[in-house]
């Protein structure tokens, strides 16, 4: 199994992700659902408390150095991935009965961590790619093993970053993110019955590996051009 | 202006396992007496803590100040290391909280184990503790495992900022791990694993403040 493969540890290989079958994908447009949710998650999840951790409180752009940025970017690309997960199976209805507020929940909390980053960013927030979940979004085991893979993911992320963070007050943000998406790591892991602690020290990932495994389970698709109408192929 | 105490951090000892997971904000104050009262609110008056405290706001990072924090989260990785021992071998614990001692103290006697051989001579004694209840009953012990993982998190968190480079590498290891810890026995006391988007985190002034309410640490 190759290192830049989206997997969990210490379980099989059949639970690898990058391979997942592309039928029945969904192309949505969450722009809409994240504006009211983005509020949501802002007011009753802690939002506002990850910005006054900032201590800044009209973000300005000169306030985050070039290196800082870039790392807020890949931040908020991992966070638009898992928002964008978790947004879609809550509209999917994928997951039943007491599950269902695991989406809910986290798809409130990843949409927090969104709106907390582009609003640091300003103008140089990187822009919300495409998703292709592939049918991951629409089958609970499927989910909740995907769910497992990437808060992993996030928490191995954060990790990678906090020596690389230039600023005290945007570490302090970092932290602050890193150790809920390690919670979320344990809790996806308890429901989906793996253990939750597999070792007494959990490893970060730089960026280019976590790059790699994001790339590949192909859940980030090109984007679809803002034209609906189609160039002609040849235009002599 | 914080609060003198995190209540979030503490809000245990009213969840038994089973119960919904109650929402994250209406109704931490009334678990806070309970919590504490476990070790009768003795305040630690000795000083011992407040001799070892790191410094409070963001100072500039250096070695003797990694020594200093270091040692302060050596005294909360003995604490739970003590706590989950005895608790896995005299807790009447079974099913899914016998399994979560029983990994989880392995995580913190190594936890005590790196933290003492990053330190060499420097490193603090193991106090004496005493746990009372805590240790001996399900239900107690699986309120004061989750008051104690969420306050781990928080007191590692309170101190990134204050670390070295090196330094906070390795406690990055370690933090997330004991989140993971929390995340694990909320979920199995019915509790939210992660009520909050972002984790507050503490000074060390309010968690040696929580930890003497404790009552658990006898001696330096």
Redo the contacts between chains.
Sequence with gaps: MGEDELTIDNTPSELTLAQVDSDGALQEALAAVDSRAAFL?KAA???A??LA?LSVPEPAEGAVSASDAAILNFALTLEYLQAAFYTETERNKAVKAELARVPR?LG??ER??VT?LQDVLGRRAVKRPAFNFQGVTEDQVKFLKTAVAFEDLG?AAY?GQ??RVDS?AL???A?????????????MR??AGF???G??????KPEFAVRRIVASTRFIVARPRTTRRRRPRFTG | MMDDLRIDLIDSAASTPGEPAPQ?RDTRRQFLGQTLAVGGATIFAGGVFVAALPRLA?SAPSPAQDAEILNFALLLEYIESAFFTEASVKGNLSGELLEFAD??R??ER??VA?LRGALGNKARKQPKLEFGDATREPGAFTAAAVALEDLA?SA??GQ??NLT??T??AA?????????????I???AGK???P??????LTAKQVTAAVAKTGWVKTS
């Excluded at chain 1, 932290?175 to 809790?187: L, N, T």
């Excluded at chain 2, 990055?172 to 694990?184: M, N, P, Q």
């Design positions: 998650g999840l802690g939002g408390a990850f951790a929940q409130a909390v927090a961590h907390a928490a990790k906090a020596t005290p570490l302090a943000a932290v602050a993110i890193h150790s809920v998406e390690a919670r979320h790591a344990a809790w308890y429901l253990t939750p602690a070792r007494a020290f959990d490893e970060g | 994250p963001v990994v989880v392995g995580h190594a936890h790196f998190v590692y968190n990134a900022g480079k090196g906070l590498e990055a290891k370690i933090v997330s791990v004991e989140a993971r810890h929390a995340g694990w909320r979920a199995i939210n694993p992660a909050a988007a972002t984790e507050e985190p």
